[in-house]
Protein backbone atom coordinates (compact mmCIF):
# COMPACT_ATOMS: atom_id res chain seq x y z
CA UNK A 1 0.00 0.00 0.00
CA UNK A 2 1.16 3.24 -0.74
CA UNK A 3 -0.52 6.71 0.71
CA UNK A 4 -0.04 9.66 -1.39
CA UNK A 5 -1.06 13.44 -0.67
CA UNK A 6 -1.03 16.69 -2.95
CA UNK A 7 -0.17 20.19 -1.70
CA UNK A 8 0.44 23.46 -3.22
CA UNK A 9 -2.41 24.24 -5.55
CA UNK A 10 -4.11 27.29 -5.81
CA UNK A 11 -5.52 30.60 -8.31
CA UNK A 12 -2.34 31.87 -10.31
CA UNK A 13 -3.01 34.36 -13.05
CA UNK A 14 -1.78 33.71 -16.25
CA UNK A 15 1.95 33.84 -16.52
CA UNK A 16 2.51 33.00 -12.75
CA UNK A 17 4.07 29.77 -11.39
CA UNK A 18 3.42 27.08 -8.86
CA UNK A 19 5.06 24.06 -7.40
CA UNK A 20 2.59 21.21 -6.17
CA UNK A 21 4.04 18.53 -4.03
CA UNK A 22 3.16 14.96 -3.41
CA UNK A 23 4.43 13.09 -0.21
CA UNK A 24 4.36 9.59 -0.62
CA UNK A 25 4.17 6.87 3.00
CA UNK A 26 3.81 3.62 3.04
CA UNK A 27 5.40 0.51 0.76
CA UNK A 28 7.88 3.38 -1.06
CA UNK A 29 10.62 1.09 -1.87
CA UNK A 30 7.79 -0.83 -4.19
CA UNK A 31 7.19 2.48 -6.25
CA UNK A 32 8.74 2.03 -9.96
CA UNK A 33 7.55 5.37 -11.58
CA UNK A 34 5.68 8.16 -10.32
CA UNK A 35 3.51 11.13 -11.94
CA UNK A 36 1.35 13.49 -12.45
CA UNK A 37 -1.93 13.17 -14.53
CA UNK A 38 -5.05 15.99 -14.39
CA UNK A 39 -8.33 16.41 -15.25
CA UNK A 40 -9.99 19.59 -16.61
CA UNK A 41 -13.84 20.08 -16.06
CA UNK A 42 -15.96 18.02 -19.10
CA UNK A 43 -12.46 16.45 -20.18
CA UNK A 44 -10.98 13.02 -19.82
CA UNK A 45 -7.81 12.51 -17.62
CA UNK A 46 -4.30 13.16 -18.76
CA UNK A 47 -1.27 12.91 -18.02
CA UNK A 48 1.10 15.40 -17.48
CA UNK A 49 4.57 13.98 -16.69
CA UNK A 50 5.94 10.88 -15.21
CA UNK A 51 9.92 9.66 -13.53
CA UNK A 52 11.05 6.31 -13.20
CA UNK A 53 13.22 5.69 -10.24
CA UNK A 54 15.85 5.50 -12.56
CA UNK A 55 15.26 8.80 -12.92
CA UNK A 56 14.04 8.98 -16.66
CA UNK A 57 11.11 11.63 -17.35
CA UNK A 58 8.60 12.16 -19.89
CA UNK A 59 6.41 14.88 -20.51
CA UNK A 60 3.03 15.62 -22.60
CA UNK A 61 3.71 17.96 -25.01
CA UNK A 62 1.40 20.47 -23.93
CA UNK A 63 3.75 21.09 -20.64
CA UNK A 64 7.14 20.61 -22.35
CA UNK A 65 9.61 23.21 -21.21
CA UNK A 66 7.16 24.72 -18.83
CA UNK A 67 6.89 21.91 -16.31
CA UNK A 68 9.51 20.14 -14.23
CA UNK A 69 8.95 16.91 -12.22
CA UNK A 70 11.07 16.25 -10.02
CA UNK A 71 11.59 14.41 -6.09
CA UNK A 72 13.51 14.81 -2.77
CA UNK A 73 13.98 11.21 -2.01
CA UNK A 74 15.16 12.16 1.39
CA UNK A 75 11.47 13.64 1.79
CA UNK A 76 9.68 10.81 -0.13
CA UNK A 77 8.64 13.71 -1.93
CA UNK A 78 7.64 14.14 -5.90
CA UNK A 79 7.29 17.67 -7.07
CA UNK A 80 5.81 19.42 -9.69
CA UNK A 81 7.09 22.56 -11.04
CA UNK A 82 5.09 24.93 -12.88
CA UNK A 83 6.21 28.05 -14.61
CA UNK A 84 4.44 29.96 -17.65
CA UNK A 85 0.84 28.70 -16.41
CA UNK A 86 -2.11 29.24 -19.17
CA UNK A 87 -5.49 28.88 -18.63
CA UNK A 88 -6.18 25.69 -20.50
CA UNK A 89 -4.01 24.27 -17.62
CA UNK A 90 -6.57 24.61 -15.07
CA UNK A 91 -7.53 21.46 -13.80
CA UNK A 92 -7.50 19.01 -10.83
CA UNK A 93 -4.02 17.73 -10.52
CA UNK A 94 -3.20 13.96 -9.33
CA UNK A 95 0.07 12.60 -8.24
CA UNK A 96 0.15 8.71 -8.58
CA UNK A 97 2.80 6.21 -8.02
CA UNK A 98 2.95 2.75 -9.70
CA UNK A 99 4.05 -0.31 -8.00
CA UNK A 100 3.54 -3.54 -10.36
CA UNK A 101 1.42 -2.17 -12.72
CA UNK A 102 -0.66 -0.88 -10.14
CA UNK A 103 -1.50 3.17 -9.43
CA UNK A 104 -2.09 4.83 -6.48
CA UNK A 105 -3.66 8.18 -6.27
CA UNK A 106 -3.81 10.92 -4.23
CA UNK A 107 -6.48 13.04 -3.85
CA UNK A 108 -5.83 15.43 -6.37
CA UNK A 109 -5.42 19.62 -5.62
CA UNK A 110 -7.07 22.24 -7.72
CA UNK A 111 -5.10 24.23 -9.74
CA UNK A 112 -6.91 27.61 -11.37
CA UNK A 113 -5.29 29.95 -13.70
CA UNK A 114 -7.30 33.15 -14.33
CA UNK A 115 -7.00 36.75 -14.46
Known amino acids: QVQLVESGGGLVQPGGSLRLSCAAS????????MGWYRQAPGKRRELVAT???????NYADSVKGRFTISRDNAKDTMYLQMNSLKPEDTAVYYC?????????WGQGTQVTVSS
Open 96 to 104: YARVLFHNY
Open 26 to 33: GSIRAIDA
Open 51 to 57: MTTGGST
